[in-house]
Nanobody, 120 residues
Framework: QVQLMESGGGLVQPGGSLRLSCAAS????????MGWSRQAPGKQRDLVAT???????SYGDSVKGRFFISRDNPKNTVYLQMNSLKPEDAAVYYC??????????????WGQGTQVTVSS
């Protein structure tokens, strides 16, 4: 079983910064295209940032220039540095990735989410 465990969420004032972490663990051959999505109450889940299979990075339009994704491959960990936070960034942030098993099958796995609240 594979687990994606997020951490680093919390309450921050507008203009502040937070750094989210997500570590993948469990029985897997590897995990790829890790990224972050978010969902605010009453809204759909939107992509925030993700690595592509080719190693490139994609960001949602609303976070470009403020959020930055990075990764530590040996640790199967992905990070999201969030700067200049706005109230509209408040949401539950979910980590995700495509997990490959030793039998060459793959599936998308999601973490349980971490709450980010932006408020003064």
């Amino acid at each position: 079983q594979v687990q994606l465990m997020e951490s680093g969420g919390g309450l921050v004032q507008p203009g502040g910064s937070l750094r989210l972490s997500c570590a993948a663990s469990g029985n897997m051959f590897g995990i790829y295209t890790m990224g972050w999505s978010r969902q605010a109450p009453g809204k759909q889940r939107d992509l925030v940032a993700t690595f592509s299979r080719g190693g490139g990075v994609s960001y949602g339009d609303s976070v470009k220039g403020r959020f930055f994704i990075s990764r530590d491959n040996p640790k199967n960990t992905v990070y999201l540095q969030m700067n200049s936070l706005k109230p509209e960034d408040a949401a539950v942030y979910y980590c995700h990735g495509i997990v490959f098993s030793s039998d060459s099958t793959s599936r998308t796995c999601w973490g349980q989410g971490t709450q980010v609240t932006v408020s003064s």
